[in-house]
């Protein structure tokens, strides 16, 4: 194996051609004149070669110093700009921003942010990933996770951005045909469509506005693992499901879906941005954070159906 060379070495030989001596090079540098002549000291034993001839006046550098110098600088020089070209990725959002969001959030929600990201930083481009599975973020190939719900503990950050409702609907339908239903124990036989993406999706608990709580086990015939899909059955008379605001509401407002047991509350959930552990963070992510956190914070403060 090659051995290794110290390459911080080369910014002190630099120096000192450059500023023609030692002490001008240590102030340079910040650093007493006795660091900047064992480095290069240390550098020139690792060379076998002498880069510097010394006499009381000025420092100069032997032929082979001058050639050394020349490749030292260029080496440098590529150095700078490297840290210059990072410094500037994390001031502006460019490259490309992978992330991944559930199905159903992810349609309604952050496929709209996304379009506004692009139109306003064209430079640049996304890869979002829809799904219900939790995406790796350790392996690196995403820069961020969209998580909805509640989230496990987990050594990656997370930032909650906002927060979501969850609704009972049924079809939007004049029938009156769960106008019967009054009371969450009305709700033991009636036709339910049951989320399979649920850790537990037959158990729920309500509580109304005296602080009544009821926990409920509901019959799930009929069970899906999409929440759209879901929706899509109810709206076509499949029963009764329990769906999160932010997929419903324009169907409420409509009158395709219809609320059952209004004066009653679900357990709310959180809307979270999960990150990879990182000291510093690209702008792209940053910027993109911000703009769905006030995504939310538009929609919270309408949501109610």
């Known amino acids: 194996m090659a051995k290794s060379h110290n390459l911080n070495r080369l910014a002190y030989f630099a120096a000192v051609v450059e500023t023609g001596s030692f002490t001008n090079?240590?102030?340079?540098?910040g650093?007493?004149?006795a660091v900047v002549s064992s480095q290069v000291t240390q550098l020139e034993d690792e060379l076998k070669a002498t880069l510097l001839v010394r006499n009381?006046?000025?420092?100069?550098?032997?032929?082979?110093?001058?050639?050394?110098?020349?490749?030292?600088t260029s080496i440098l020089n590529e150095a700078e700009?490297?840290?210059?070209?990072?410094?500037?990725?994390?001031?502006?959002?460019?490259?490309?921003?992978?992330?991944?969001?559930?199905?159903?959030?992810?349609?309604?929600?952050?496929?709209?942010?996304?379009?506004?990201?692009?139109?306003?930083?064209?430079?640049?481009?996304?890869?979002?990933?829809?799904?219900?599975?939790?995406?790796?973020?350790?392996?690196g190939e995403l820069d961020l996770a969209i998580?909805?719900?509640?989230?496990?503990?987990?050594?990656?950050?997370?930032?909650?951005?906002?927060?979501?409702?969850?609704?009972?609907?049924?079809a939007g339908d004049k029938s009156g045909r769960f106008?019967?239903?009054?009371?969450?124990?009305?709700?033991?036989?009636?036709?339910?469509?049951?989320?399979?993406?649920?850790?537990d999706p037959l158990h729920w608990l309500f509580e109304n506005t005296a602080g009544e709580?009821?926990?409920?086990?509901?019959?799930?015939?009929?069970?899906i693992d999409s929440a759209p899909a879901i929706m899509a059955a109810v709206e076509e008379g499949a029963g009764l499901a329990i769906l999160p605001d932010y997929l419903v509401?324009?169907?409420?407002?409509?009158?395709?879906?219809?609320?059952?047991?209004?004066?009653?509350?679900?357990?709310?959930?959180?809307i979270f941005v999960v990150l990879p552990a990182s000291k510093f963070r690209a702008a792209k992510v940053s910027v993109f954070t911000e703009m769905l956190r006030q995504a939310e914070k538009i929609r919270g403060s309408g949501r109610a159906p």
């Open 25 to 29: 090079a240590a102030n340079r540098l």
């Open 31 to 33: 650093v007493t004149k």
């Open 56 to 72: 009381t006046r000025k420092v100069s550098p032997t032929e082979a110093g001058q050639l050394f110098y020349m490749r030292c």
């Open 81 to 139: 700009e490297a840290f210059s070209e990072l410094s500037h990725l994390s001031e502006q959002p460019v490259g490309l921003l992978r992330m991944t969001a559930p199905n159903d959030y992810g349609t309604a929600i952050v496929a709209r942010v996304v379009t506004a990201f692009r139109h306003q930083y064209p430079e640049c481009q996304v890869e979002l990933y829809l799904g219900d599975d939790h995406s790796d973020l350790l392996a």
């Open 147 to 170: 998580r909805v719900g509640w989230l496990r503990d987990s050594s990656l950050l997370a930032r909650k951005l906002g927060g979501f409702r969850q609704f009972l609907v049924g």
């Open 179 to 199: 106008d019967h239903i009054q009371h969450p124990r009305d709700l033991a036989m009636a036709p339910f469509v049951a989320n399979k993406a649920l850790s």
């Open 213 to 223: 709580t009821v926990s409920v086990t509901l019959q799930g015939d009929l069970s």
């Open 249 to 270: 509401h324009d169907r409420l407002t409509s009158g395709a879906l219809t609320q059952v047991l209004s004066a009653w509350q679900l357990p709310e959930g959180g």
